[in-house]
């Protein structure tokens, strides 16, 4: 995917959202001497409790001690770095590209046991790119300190599915973000170890940040417009950089003006959401529909899991032309790479899809609408 590479965190947070308590544990977990390797701390917490916010906090105090930090993003719904829809790990400098697999859904709750196999399998990476000494090969390799950041999915499944992260990822810091409403939080301790007296992990217990109480029909809202945002933004990759615009119109005329791309049917197959891979595209649906673009072929890839090269909204199939053609700003030279198209349950934008002239039931439009 292309994205914007600055060797930073994103833009300053406002001082209101920080707590001396945050910046405290943030310096501790940075500077701890005891570190090392660099620590791996976890995030975890209900939703909407700051976890993302404190998440940026620690990026940045770590980035005052090391090069580069590590970012294994896992909020598939509201992302901080990467694109609604992908799990993805990100070394936070200015040439590292992120490593992205396409989970396909905008909830974690869609396919628990699938979404728990993409991170181990980023997590597996990260490990063996970025935190293992190699004397031989490279003996002044430089360990990565990583950042784990979570969603807020702590209850039923989600529970047993953050134990299992925690369990597979042994971090050494664990910050538990917690809120007034007992209920919502976390259990006490070390909840996820069997045998706590056996293992050394530096528990942070923080406050939430600024709590605010709206109701659930405007927090889905405010949710919904955050990953159309962040779909648009990918999606205005297609056009230069450089290029600027007078209003919402004349972007909407640009984007609708790009030349689609063309990946030969004869040479992908297709991921259904069950995970289940086909043989053809030819008649699975995938006209009008937001897609990931993986090569499963890639010597990087491991147990099934292929890596995601990018996003594309579906614009036609055409099996007489042997051709998909489709919206996207993954570069030629990539997509000719791409062997595996993935489908996905995540929306297209409503002003995405004005721009395209895709075409929808009128359920599904009603049920957008309803959302927003």
């Excluded at 209850?155 to 810091?173: E, I």
């Excluded at 972007?251 to 990946?263: E, H, Q, R, T, Y």
């Excluded at 053609?325 to 349950?345: A, F, G, N, R």
Aim: net charge positive.
């Amino acid at each position: 995917m292309r994205e914007k590479r600055d060797g930073s965190a994103q833009a300053p947070l406002p001082r209101d959202l920080i707590s001396p308590s945050w910046e405290e544990a943030a310096g501790n977990i940075a500077y701890d001497s005891t570190s090392f390797p660099p620590p791996i701390t976890f995030i975890c917490g209900p939703a909407d409790s700051g976890k993302s916010t404190f998440s940026r906090l620690l990026l940045n105090t770590l980035l005052k001690r090391f090069k580069r930090v590590a970012y294994l993003d896992t909020d598939v719904g509201q992302p901080e770095f990467g694109t609604t829809g992908c799990v993805s790990l990100h070394i936070i400098d200015k040439q590292t590209p992120g490593m992205c697999v396409f989970f396909g859904h905008a909830s974690a709750k869609k396919e628990a046991k699938t979404y728990l196999s993409s991170i181990i399998f980023l997590y597996n990476y990260f490990r063996r790119e970025f935190y293992q000494k190699d004397e031989i090969d490279n003996p002044c390799k430089i360990l990565l300190p990583l950042i784990i950041n979570t969603s807020g999915w702590v209850k039923g499944t989600g529970y047993d599915v953050l134990v299992a992260m925690l369990q597979h990822t042994s971090p050494t810091h664990v910050v538990k973000v917690c809120v007034s409403s007992e209920n919502k939080n976390l259990p006490n301790g070390l909840f996820w170890l069997e045998n706590p007296q056996r293992k050394s992990v530096n528990l942070i217990q923080i406050c939430a940040g600024n709590e605010t109480s709206y109701p659930p029909e405007i927090m889905r809202k405010e949710a919904r417009m955050l990953r159309d945002i962040r779909l648009i933004a990918y999606f205005r990759q297609c056009l230069p950089r450089e290029m600027n615009f007078l209003n919402h119109k004349e972007f909407c005329d640009k984007l609708a003006s790009v030349p689609l791309n063309g990946i030969p049917l004869s040479s992908v197959q297709v991921m259904h959401n069950d995970c289940q891979v086909v043989s053809s595209v030819a008649s699975q649906g995938l006209n009008a529909s937001i897609v990931g673009l993986a090569v499963k072929s890639s010597v990087l890839a491991e147990n099934n899991t292929p890596w995601c090269v990018g996003l594309g909204i579906i614009r036609a199939v055409d099996p007489s032309k042997d051709q998909l053609y489709l919206l996207t700003p993954v570069y030629p030279s990539t997509l000719k790479k791409v062997d595996l198209v993935i489908q996905s349950t995540i929306d297209i934008p409503l002003c995405l899809q004005q721009v395209l002239g895709c075409k929808y039931p009128d359920s599904v439009l009603q049920k957008q609408q309803l959302e927003e």
